[in-house]
């Protein structure tokens, strides 16, 4: 696929994959560009490393969420409870309609604890633990999951902020429970397929990735609501 003198001016490129794109003589003013970033030359310079650096001087905390061991998923977790509970005090002292608006599309802050209650189950409490059915109501999968029927997904639910919590403090209870009886072995090891249709899928995963999918969902989820609680409590908004 080529573009050739096209005017891109102002388009939004969503979940895509551009891997070894190439771009050449272009007018880039004001872009914003997020995602996993690794070999990206501008101007002949690799600005990965710069931009890595710049991330891990910013939020100290993250070089933590690239554990190898046991223990390293410890203080992983250890530290996420600990921003967490920080946005959560911040988002308290809102106007609770504040937690319900979408900032440019993306998912409002209770949508977001909702996303990581669906995390939670689809990765520890079904493929670690074996419930084939764990969700709960409000939990809330990604937008461009295939619709299974046996997991909700109700976009239309305005549960409270104390009802989000609840939840939360009950998921983030067992993920706590699992990683505090993680040894080095059972991470290296892979879990028992549960063989009930749900997500994700009924086949065996490795423990690592289980447990790193949700340190990296908690992670990005927490950046992702900082940045929009800011833009709601701005003067502009």
Known sequence: MEFVGEDLTGARFLNVDLTRVVIRGALLTNADISGDIEGLR?????????VEAELNRRYPDRVKMRPSDADGFREAWEA????????VERAQGMAPELLHERVDGE????ETLRHLVFATDAWVRRAMLGDPAPWDPLGLPHDDMSDEPSVPRDRTARPSLDEVLA????????????IADLTDETLAGMTEPVLEPGYPESQSFPVR???GAIVNEEWEHRLF??????????PAS
Do not use: H, K, Y
């Open 107 to 110: 998912w409002s802050f209770i």
């Open 225 to 234: 609501a900082e940045r929009d609680l800011d833009l709601l409590q701005s």
């Open 42 to 50: 501008v101007n002949g310079v690799d600005v990965a490393p710069l």
């Open 80 to 87: 996420l409870e600990r921003l967490w509970q920080q946005t």
């Open 167 to 178: 939840l939360r403090a009950d998921r983030m209870a067992t993920v706590r429970r699992v």
């Open 209 to 211: 990735r289980c447990l």
